[in-house]
Protein backbone atom coordinates (compact mmCIF):
# COMPACT_ATOMS: atom_id res chain seq x y z
CA UNK A 1 0.00 0.00 0.00
CA UNK A 2 3.11 2.39 -0.50
CA UNK A 3 2.46 5.77 -1.11
CA UNK A 4 4.32 5.32 -5.02
CA UNK A 5 1.48 2.95 -5.98
CA UNK A 6 -0.99 4.33 -8.49
CA UNK A 7 -4.70 4.20 -7.55
CA UNK A 8 -5.66 1.44 -9.93
CA UNK A 9 -3.11 -0.58 -8.48
CA UNK A 10 -4.15 0.53 -5.15
CA UNK A 11 -7.29 -0.42 -5.64
CA UNK A 12 -6.62 -4.29 -7.14
CA UNK A 13 -4.51 -4.49 -3.53
CA UNK A 14 -7.56 -3.52 -2.17
CA UNK A 15 -9.70 -6.35 -4.12
CA UNK A 16 -7.25 -8.42 -3.59
CA UNK A 17 -6.96 -8.52 0.50
CA UNK A 18 -10.84 -8.28 0.40
CA UNK A 19 -10.91 -11.98 -1.08
CA UNK A 20 -8.27 -12.98 0.92
CA UNK A 21 -9.98 -12.08 3.72
CA UNK A 22 -13.24 -14.19 2.07
CA UNK A 23 -10.91 -16.78 2.00
CA UNK A 24 -9.33 -16.90 4.63
CA UNK A 25 -12.55 -17.11 6.83
CA UNK A 26 -12.39 -17.15 10.54
CA UNK A 27 -8.49 -17.87 10.33
CA UNK A 28 -7.74 -14.27 9.97
CA UNK A 29 -8.61 -13.52 13.63
CA UNK A 30 -4.93 -13.10 14.43
CA UNK A 31 -4.29 -10.84 12.20
CA UNK A 32 -7.50 -7.83 12.42
CA UNK A 33 -4.59 -5.19 14.28
CA UNK A 34 -1.84 -5.76 11.02
CA UNK A 35 -4.90 -5.50 8.23
CA UNK A 36 -6.78 -2.51 9.88
CA UNK A 37 -3.00 -0.78 9.79
CA UNK A 38 -3.10 -1.33 6.65
CA UNK A 39 -6.61 0.01 5.22
CA UNK A 40 -6.94 3.06 7.50
CA UNK A 41 -5.68 5.47 5.61
CA UNK A 42 -7.95 4.45 2.58
CA UNK A 43 -11.12 5.25 4.56
CA UNK A 44 -9.79 9.09 3.96
CA UNK A 45 -8.03 8.61 0.92
CA UNK A 46 -9.42 11.36 -1.71
CA UNK A 47 -10.59 8.58 -3.97
CA UNK A 48 -13.92 8.08 -2.92
CA UNK A 49 -13.73 4.65 -4.54
CA UNK A 50 -10.70 3.87 -2.22
CA UNK A 51 -12.87 4.71 1.02
CA UNK A 52 -15.60 2.35 -0.38
CA UNK A 53 -12.94 -0.30 -0.66
CA UNK A 54 -11.89 0.08 2.84
CA UNK A 55 -15.24 0.81 4.43
CA UNK A 56 -16.24 -2.91 2.50
CA UNK A 57 -13.10 -4.77 4.25
CA UNK A 58 -13.29 -3.84 7.72
CA UNK A 59 -17.47 -5.03 6.07
CA UNK A 60 -16.16 -8.18 5.08
CA UNK A 61 -13.95 -8.67 8.29
CA UNK A 62 -17.35 -8.16 10.84
CA UNK A 63 -19.03 -10.49 8.55
CA UNK A 64 -16.21 -13.34 8.84
CA UNK A 65 -14.97 -12.85 12.80
CA UNK A 66 -18.73 -13.09 14.06
CA UNK A 67 -18.86 -12.16 17.68
CA UNK A 68 -14.89 -11.93 17.72
CA UNK A 69 -15.24 -8.24 16.48
CA UNK A 70 -16.62 -7.58 20.00
CA UNK A 71 -12.98 -7.02 21.64
CA UNK A 72 -12.15 -4.09 18.26
CA UNK A 73 -15.45 -3.22 18.20
CA UNK A 74 -15.15 0.20 19.27
CA UNK A 75 -12.11 0.58 16.83
CA UNK A 76 -13.98 -0.53 14.10
CA UNK A 77 -16.76 2.17 14.27
CA UNK A 78 -14.87 4.71 14.74
CA UNK A 79 -12.58 4.01 11.54
CA UNK A 80 -15.49 4.18 9.21
CA UNK A 81 -18.27 6.24 11.11
CA UNK A 82 -16.78 9.67 9.01
CA UNK A 83 -18.27 7.64 5.79
CA UNK A 84 -21.97 8.16 7.41
CA UNK A 85 -21.62 11.90 6.40
CA UNK A 86 -19.35 11.61 3.45
CA UNK A 87 -20.19 13.71 0.16
CA UNK A 88 -20.76 10.74 -2.21
CA UNK A 89 -23.46 8.88 -1.62
CA UNK A 90 -21.95 5.53 -2.10
CA UNK A 91 -19.29 5.97 0.51
CA UNK A 92 -22.90 6.97 3.15
CA UNK A 93 -24.37 3.62 2.03
CA UNK A 94 -21.59 1.05 2.27
CA UNK A 95 -20.91 2.97 5.71
CA UNK A 96 -24.28 2.58 6.98
CA UNK A 97 -24.05 -1.35 5.88
CA UNK A 98 -20.82 -1.91 7.34
CA UNK A 99 -22.34 -0.86 10.80
CA UNK A 100 -25.40 -2.82 9.69
CA UNK A 101 -22.98 -5.74 9.63
CA UNK A 102 -20.61 -5.06 13.06
CA UNK A 103 -24.03 -4.61 15.47
CA UNK A 104 -25.38 -8.00 13.93
CA UNK A 105 -21.59 -9.81 14.79
CA UNK A 106 -21.92 -8.54 18.12
CA UNK A 107 -25.39 -9.14 18.82
CA UNK A 108 -26.56 -9.02 22.05
CA UNK A 109 -23.85 -6.70 23.23
CA UNK A 110 -21.54 -3.72 22.45
CA UNK A 111 -24.06 -1.06 21.94
CA UNK A 112 -21.51 1.91 23.50
CA UNK A 113 -19.58 0.92 21.06
CA UNK A 114 -22.43 2.81 18.45
CA UNK A 115 -22.49 5.70 20.37
CA UNK A 116 -21.26 7.76 17.95
CA UNK A 117 -22.98 6.75 15.20
CA UNK A 118 -26.65 6.82 16.31
CA UNK A 119 -26.68 10.54 15.52
CA UNK A 120 -25.48 10.79 12.04
CA UNK A 121 -27.31 7.45 11.47
CA UNK A 122 -31.24 9.13 12.50
CA UNK A 123 -30.05 12.24 10.66
CA UNK A 124 -29.79 9.14 7.69
CA UNK A 125 -33.14 7.76 8.24
CA UNK A 126 -34.39 11.09 7.43
CA UNK A 127 -32.42 12.81 5.03
CA UNK A 128 -31.77 9.93 2.24
CA UNK A 129 -34.19 7.90 -0.30
CA UNK A 130 -33.92 4.75 -2.08
CA UNK A 131 -30.82 2.30 -1.72
CA UNK A 132 -29.03 5.24 1.00
CA UNK A 133 -32.04 4.90 3.34
CA UNK A 134 -32.26 1.08 2.91
CA UNK A 135 -28.93 0.93 3.88
CA UNK A 136 -29.58 3.00 7.17
CA UNK A 137 -32.83 1.56 8.26
CA UNK A 138 -30.68 -1.62 8.12
CA UNK A 139 -28.04 -0.52 10.73
CA UNK A 140 -30.62 0.90 12.39
CA UNK A 141 -32.77 -2.44 12.70
CA UNK A 142 -29.68 -4.25 14.24
CA UNK A 143 -28.54 -1.58 16.79
CA UNK A 144 -31.81 -1.46 18.26
CA UNK A 145 -31.91 -5.11 19.72
CA UNK A 146 -28.60 -4.13 21.09
CA UNK A 147 -30.36 -1.33 23.52
CA UNK A 148 -32.22 -1.35 27.00
CA UNK A 149 -35.67 -1.66 26.77
CA UNK A 150 -36.31 2.07 27.98
CA UNK A 151 -33.97 2.97 24.64
CA UNK A 152 -35.21 0.55 22.86
CA UNK A 153 -38.73 1.07 22.79
CA UNK A 154 -38.03 4.66 22.00
CA UNK A 155 -36.11 4.48 18.92
CA UNK A 156 -38.59 2.25 17.90
CA UNK A 157 -41.15 4.53 17.98
CA UNK A 158 -38.89 7.05 16.34
CA UNK A 159 -37.93 4.80 13.28
CA UNK A 160 -41.43 3.31 13.13
CA UNK A 161 -42.43 6.62 11.02
CA UNK A 162 -40.19 6.62 8.79
CA UNK A 163 -40.95 2.64 8.43
CA UNK A 164 -44.54 3.10 7.73
CA UNK A 165 -43.96 5.59 5.33
CA UNK A 166 -42.21 3.40 3.56
CA UNK A 167 -44.66 0.09 3.17
CA UNK A 168 -45.59 1.39 0.66
CA UNK A 169 -42.36 1.28 -1.58
CA UNK A 170 -42.46 -0.35 -4.84
CA UNK A 171 -38.98 -1.14 -4.39
CA UNK A 172 -38.58 -5.15 -3.63
CA UNK A 173 -35.64 -4.81 -1.91
CA UNK A 174 -36.66 -1.83 0.58
CA UNK A 175 -40.17 -3.83 1.63
CA UNK A 176 -37.48 -7.11 2.33
CA UNK A 177 -35.14 -4.66 4.64
CA UNK A 178 -38.26 -2.73 5.94
CA UNK A 179 -40.00 -5.89 7.05
CA UNK A 180 -36.56 -7.44 8.75
CA UNK A 181 -36.30 -4.20 10.36
CA UNK A 182 -40.30 -4.61 12.05
CA UNK A 183 -39.25 -7.83 12.98
CA UNK A 184 -36.18 -6.91 14.73
CA UNK A 185 -38.48 -4.14 16.51
CA UNK A 186 -40.91 -5.98 17.46
CA UNK A 187 -38.89 -8.56 19.30
CA UNK A 188 -37.23 -6.35 21.12
CA UNK A 189 -37.61 -5.93 24.85
CA UNK A 190 -39.89 -2.71 25.79
CA UNK A 191 -41.61 -2.64 22.87
CA UNK A 192 -44.82 -3.97 23.62
CA UNK A 193 -48.16 -5.31 22.58
CA UNK A 194 -50.37 -2.31 22.81
CA UNK A 195 -48.46 -0.21 20.76
CA UNK A 196 -47.63 -2.95 18.09
CA UNK A 197 -51.80 -3.37 18.33
CA UNK A 198 -52.80 0.28 17.46
CA UNK A 199 -49.69 1.51 15.36
CA UNK A 200 -48.44 -1.00 13.17
CA UNK A 201 -50.48 -3.91 12.71
CA UNK A 202 -53.34 -1.89 10.97
CA UNK A 203 -50.36 -0.37 8.32
CA UNK A 204 -48.53 -3.49 7.94
CA UNK A 205 -51.79 -5.94 7.07
CA UNK A 206 -52.99 -3.27 4.55
CA UNK A 207 -49.42 -2.92 2.62
CA UNK A 208 -48.16 -6.32 3.02
CA UNK A 209 -50.91 -9.45 3.21
CA UNK A 210 -51.54 -9.18 -0.29
CA UNK A 211 -51.74 -11.76 -3.48
CA UNK A 212 -48.78 -9.86 -4.75
CA UNK A 213 -47.11 -10.47 -1.67
CA UNK A 214 -47.56 -14.21 -1.89
CA UNK A 215 -46.14 -14.31 -5.83
CA UNK A 216 -43.05 -12.80 -4.63
CA UNK A 217 -40.43 -15.11 -3.25
CA UNK A 218 -37.63 -12.85 -2.20
CA UNK A 219 -40.19 -11.20 0.28
CA UNK A 220 -42.67 -14.18 1.20
CA UNK A 221 -40.64 -16.01 4.09
CA UNK A 222 -39.73 -12.47 5.60
CA UNK A 223 -43.24 -11.76 5.86
CA UNK A 224 -44.10 -14.92 7.18
CA UNK A 225 -41.59 -15.00 9.79
CA UNK A 226 -42.03 -11.20 10.78
CA UNK A 227 -45.94 -11.78 10.99
CA UNK A 228 -45.00 -15.03 13.63
CA UNK A 229 -42.69 -12.33 15.47
CA UNK A 230 -45.04 -9.88 16.33
CA UNK A 231 -47.36 -12.92 16.92
CA UNK A 232 -45.47 -13.72 19.67
CA UNK A 233 -45.95 -10.04 21.50
CA UNK A 234 -49.89 -9.44 20.85
CA UNK A 235 -50.86 -13.01 20.66
CA UNK A 236 -51.79 -15.96 18.46
CA UNK A 237 -55.54 -15.24 18.60
CA UNK A 238 -55.30 -11.55 17.53
CA UNK A 239 -52.87 -12.77 14.60
CA UNK A 240 -54.83 -15.34 13.30
CA UNK A 241 -58.49 -13.44 13.15
CA UNK A 242 -56.55 -11.12 10.94
CA UNK A 243 -55.85 -13.44 8.13
CA UNK A 244 -58.29 -16.91 8.93
CA UNK A 245 -60.78 -15.31 6.43
CA UNK A 246 -57.94 -15.20 3.76
CA UNK A 247 -57.87 -18.98 4.10
CA UNK A 248 -61.22 -18.90 1.39
CA UNK A 249 -59.39 -16.86 -1.27
CA UNK A 250 -59.09 -17.41 -4.63
CA UNK A 251 -55.29 -17.38 -4.93
CA UNK A 252 -53.87 -20.87 -4.03
CA UNK A 253 -50.25 -19.31 -3.37
CA UNK A 254 -51.95 -16.48 -0.84
CA UNK A 255 -53.70 -19.60 0.72
CA UNK A 256 -50.96 -21.45 1.33
CA UNK A 257 -48.92 -18.41 2.91
CA UNK A 258 -51.39 -17.94 5.40
CA UNK A 259 -51.98 -21.55 6.07
CA UNK A 260 -47.59 -21.62 6.69
CA UNK A 261 -48.19 -18.86 8.79
CA UNK A 262 -50.84 -19.86 10.99
CA UNK A 263 -48.86 -23.37 11.37
CA UNK A 264 -45.49 -21.14 12.50
CA UNK A 265 -47.95 -19.34 14.96
CA UNK A 266 -49.27 -22.45 16.55
CA UNK A 267 -46.44 -24.43 16.54
CA UNK A 268 -44.71 -21.29 18.71
CA UNK A 269 -47.40 -21.08 20.53
CA UNK A 270 -49.90 -23.31 21.40
CA UNK A 271 -53.72 -22.87 20.54
CA UNK A 272 -54.74 -21.85 23.85
CA UNK A 273 -55.77 -18.42 22.86
CA UNK A 274 -57.84 -19.53 19.94
CA UNK A 275 -61.79 -19.83 21.13
CA UNK A 276 -64.13 -21.57 19.42
CA UNK A 277 -65.24 -19.29 16.78
CA UNK A 278 -61.86 -18.90 15.89
CA UNK A 279 -61.42 -22.70 15.46
CA UNK A 280 -64.73 -23.13 13.33
CA UNK A 281 -63.14 -20.63 11.27
CA UNK A 282 -59.89 -22.56 10.88
CA UNK A 283 -61.65 -25.62 10.07
CA UNK A 284 -64.26 -24.02 8.02
CA UNK A 285 -61.00 -22.70 5.68
Known amino acids: MS ?13 VIDRILYKLDDLVRPYVHKILVVIEPLLIDEDYYARVEGIKIVQQMAILMGCAVLPHLKALVEIVEGGLEDEQQKVRTITALCLAALAEAATPYGIEAFDSVLKPLWKGIR ?16 LIPLMDAEYASYYTKEVMLILIREFASPDEEMKKIVLKVVKQCCATDGVEAPYIRDEI ?55 K ?10 ALQGANEIDSRLEEQLIDG
Do not use: C
Not at 8 to 13: A, I, S, V, Y
Not at 127 to 142: E, N, S, T
Not at 202 to 220: G, I, S
Open 3 to 15: PSLEDQERHLMVK
Open 127 to 142: MHRGKGLAAFLKAIGY
Open 201 to 255: LPHFFKAFWTQRMAMDRRNYRQLVDTTVEMAQKVGSAEMIARIVDDLKDENEQYR
Open 257 to 266: MVMETVENIV
